[in-house]
């Protein structure tokens, strides 16, 4: 009894494959932290651009 336990505990601690989800769970939060640090000031450069073109054509601006 106490052998099939220390066997299955034995193979779950050396069992891989959770340790790949992981990782891409990690490289994933990273990339999405990076999508969001990066893309709101150009968000906000895309749409300056935008409203000088509306005013431009005579338009109003969107704040």
Known sequence: ????LYVKVRVFF?????ASA?????VAAMVAVVVVVFIAPIGD????????????????AVS
């Open 22 to 26: 992981i990782e891409y769970a990690i």
């Open 14 to 18: 050396e069992s891989t494959e959770g």
């Open 1 to 4: 009894m106490f052998l099939k």
């Open 45 to 60: 450069q895309v749409k300056e651009i935008f409203n000088k073109i509306t005013v431009g054509i005579g338009g109003t």
